[in-house]
C-alpha cells in the first residue's frame, strides 16, 4: 500500500488559515470515510486532530476541521497560532483492511 | 487513565532479533484491538501491524511481513512486537497504540511514548 499524499511544507502567519491536502486512491481514502489527522511536535507521540473525516475529539480546538472530496481529503486550520506550528499526518483506512499514512507535512507559523 | 508504555527497544546488529512490549493500563485491555506504528528518524509514521482483542486476527505491513510476529497477553495486559531478522531500515521509534472506531486501523487516540530500536552493526 502505497502512503497518501502530502505536501511537504506549508506555512502561514498567525491568524491567517491553511489547508492541508492529502491525496489517495479509491481502495483508501477516496472508499471509506476513515480518515483521520495527527499532529506531531519534535520529540513527542502524535496527538489525534480529526478522525472519520471530519469529527473532533474532545479537546481538539474548533480551529482544526477535516473534509474529503473525491480521492483527496483536507485539514483546515484556522486562526493560525504559534503552537500549531507542528508535522501533520493524515491517515486512511483501505482497501486491505489495514490503515496507511502520508508523508506528512511540516507547517511552519511565520 | 489510559496509559501505554512501550519497552524492549535498543541496539541489535543486522540480522538480530529484539522483543517490544507494550504494557497497558487504565483500560479493559480484552476489548480493544491494538497497533504498532513506527517511524524512521526524521521520517514519517508507518503502520507495522494490528492484532485483534482475541488475538485471532492479526495483520501485517508488507515491509515486516515473514519477519515481525505480534501477539498479546489480556491476562497481562500487554502486547508485544517479535522482530527477526532485522535490517538497517527497521530503525525507527515504535509506538504501540490502541485502534478506536468502526474497523481496525482508522484511528488512534492514545500512543505510547515509543520505544527507540536501532539496527546497525
Known amino acids: 500500500q502505497s502512503a497518501l499524499t502530502q505536501p511537504a511544507s506549508v506555512s502561514g502567519s498567525p491568524g491567517q488559515s491553511i489547508t492541508i491536502s492529502c491525496t489517495g486512491t479509491?481502495?483508501?481514502?477516496?472508499?471509506?470515510?476513515?480518515v483521520s489527522w495527527y499532529q506531531q511536535h519534535p520529540g513527542k507521540a502524535p496527538k489525534l486532530m480529526i478522525y472519520?473525516?471530519?469529527n473532533r475529539p474532545s479537546g481538539v480546538s474548533n480551529r482544526f476541521s477535516g473534509s474529503k472530496s473525491g480521492n483527496t481529503a483536507s485539514l483546515t486550520i484556522s486562526g493560525l497560532q504559534a503552537e500549531d506550528e507542528a508535522d501533520y499526518y493524515c491517515?486512511?483506512?483501505?482497501?486491505?483492511?489495514?490503515?496507511?499514512f502520508g508523508g506528512g507535512t511540516k507547517l511552519t507559523v511565520l | 487513565q489510559v496509559q501505554l508504555v512501550e519497552s524492549g527497544g535498543g541496539l541489535v546488529k543486522p540480522g538480530g532479533s529484539l522483543r517490544l512490549s507494550c504494557a497497558a493500563s487504565?483500560?479493559?485491555?480484552?476489548?480493544?484491538?491494538m497497533s504498532w506504528i513506527r517511524q524512521a528518524p526524521g521520517k514519517g509514521l508507518e503502520w507495522v501491524s494490528y492484532?485483534?482483542?482475541?488475538?485471532?486476527?492479526?495483520y501485517y505491513a508488507d515491509s515486516v511481513k515473514g519477519r515481525f510476529t505480534i501477539s498479546r497477553d489480556n491476562a497481562k495486559n500487554s502486547l508485544y512486537l517479535q522482530m527477526n531478522s532485522l535490517r538497517a531500515e527497521d530503525t525507527a521509534v515504535y509506538y504501540c497504540?490502541?485502534?478506536?472506531?468502526?474497523?481496525?486501523?482508522?484511528?488512534?487516540?492514545?500512543w505510547g511514548q515509543g520505544t527507540l530500536v536501532t539496527v546497525s552493526s
Open positions: 497504540a490502541r485502534d478506536e472506531g468502526e474497523v481496525a486501523g482508522s484511528f488512534y487516540v492514545y
Open positions: 487504565g483500560f479493559t485491555f480484552s476489548d480493544y484491538y
Open positions: 492484532i485483534s482483542s482475541s488475538g485471532s486476527t492479526i
Open positions: 479509491s481502495s483508501d481514502v477516496g472508499g471509506y470515510n476513515y
Open positions: 472519520d473525516v471530519s
Open positions: 491517515s486512511s483506512y483501505t482497501s486491505s483492511s489495514t490503515p496507511v
